[in-house]
């Protein structure tokens, strides 16, 4: 399950020249023809308690989550607590490079509780965490 939080609607409109100019959809087509032996379902929202609750769902539901929760991964404990609280491994992924961003930028309050962080790669960061729960699930 791939889970993308506040403004990632908006990929492939939005600052393009930080987000590129593939729509989300349009990529996970992509994921979809990559991984045809897999499951890959999205879920985005702009509501914090939405996400919070497509977490809880999905984390008992499949095998592995990817997380992209945007602005809400430096300000929500919500988000945190739910992605805590469920089995299925998660991922968390951002488009661009938190690290080179403003300041505020450079704390995830969700990463703690993922298997692993995935950051300024484009697109491809999904793709990549993809790959990461493929070898924990193999473990």
């Known amino acids: ?3 993308n939080g506040p403004n990632l609607n908006l990929l492939g409109k939005r600052e393009q020249e ?3 100019t593939r729509s989300f ?3 996970l087509k992509l994921l979809k023809e990559l991984y045809p032996a897999y499951t890959i379902d999205h879920l985005q929202s702009n509501v914090e308690g939405e996400l919070v609750t497509h977490i809880q769902e999905a984390g008992f539901a ?7 929760a945007g602005g809400y991964t ?3 404990v919500a988000l945190a607590d739910a992605v805590a609280a469920v089995p299925a491994p998660a991922i968390e992924v951002h488009i661009t490079n938190l690290l080179t961003r403003e300041p505020f930028r450079h704390t995830s309050l969700i990463g703690r509780s993922c298997r692993g962080s995935i950051m300024g790669l484009g697109l491809d960061s999904y793709r990549l965490a993809i790959e990461a729960l493929r070898v924990i699930r193999q473990k």
Do not use: A, C, P
């Open 25 to 27: 959809e349009e990529y």
């Open 74 to 76: 430096h300000t929500s």
């Open 62 to 68: 499949y095998d592995g989550m990817v997380i992209n």
């Open 18 to 20: 930080k987000y590129g």
């Open 1 to 3: 399950m791939i889970i």
